[in-house]
């Protein structure tokens, strides 16, 4: 594809539902990442991939939130039993190798909100 | 512990001016990599410019360069001749080898008056 697209756009939800994000990367990209931003606040980051592992979950804010990589390419972030605090944009971000020297390309995010 | 910090939430320039977005950082590495971001309303973050630390030579791209100044962890951002299109959030962040993440400060709102 031409760039990094995630869905949906925009997600309202209440409060303790589960909702799913979807990250599909640039074809290719083998290095796959998932970031909150919080209202006012810098980038958080959630987790990698290196290809379909996740060598590294210590970044999820809770055990609500868990994240799998299928084929190497689309990932989705779930988040089970929605809490309002987890209102923000995720965005995700893929490059061609987990390493500084290549370039992180972002999607567009998905803002949700928990009511 | 890694740490980025951006201490202007929000910035204004004439079109056409110069513009100085600051940002210190904080690393145990030795060898590290800093970056600065741009993201405008459509919410996509933007690469403008990356510094490795263990290049003195400060990095430059068109009207984008850096003062990076490694002893006093500090990481600024200068934009020249600023036009209409630079209005946007500005990230200033830090790629630590150890975690293969990257750390993200809060943020500066650049806005560009006409």
């Known amino acids: 594809g031409a760039g990094v697209s995630q869905s949906p756009s925009n997600k309202v939800t209440e409060k303790g539902k589960d909702v799913e994000l979807r990250c599909d990367p640039i074809?290719?990209?083998?290095?796959l990442y998932w970031y909150r931003q919080s209202l006012g606040q810098g980038l958080e980051f959630l987790i990698y991939f290196q290809g379909n592992s996740a060598p590294d979950k210590s970044g999820l804010p809770s055990d609500r939130f868990s994240a799998e990589r299928t084929g190497g390419s689309v990932s989705t972030l779930t988040i089970q039993r929605t809490q309002q605090e987890d209102s923000a944009v995720y965005l995700c971000?893929?490059?061609?190798?987990?390493?500084?020297?290549?370039?992180?390309?972002f999607g567009p995010g998905t803002r949700l909100t928990v009511t | 512990a890694q740490t980025v910090t951006q201490s202007q939430p929000e910035m204004s320039v004439q079109e056409a001016e110069t513009v100085t977005l600051s940002c210190t950082y904080d690393?145990?590495?030795?060898?590290?990599?800093l970056f600065w971001y741009k993201q405008p309303p459509s919410r996509q973050m933007i690469l403008v410019i990356r510094?490795?630390?263990?290049?003195?030579q400060n990095a430059t791209e068109n009207r984008f360069s850096v003062n990076f100044q490694k002893a006093a962890k500090s990481f600024s951002l200068k934009i020249s001749d600023s036009q209409l299109g630079d209005t946007a959030m500005y990230f200033c962040a830090l790629f630590s080898n150890t975690g293969n993440q990257f750390y993200f400060g809060t943020g500066t709102s650049l806005t560009v008056i006409p």
């Open positions: 510094q490795e630390a263990y290049k003195q």
């Open positions: 690393t145990s590495e030795s060898n590290y990599y």
């Open positions: 074809s290719g990209h083998t290095a």
């Open positions: 971000a893929s490059s061609l190798e987990v390493a500084v020297s290549y370039e992180q390309y």
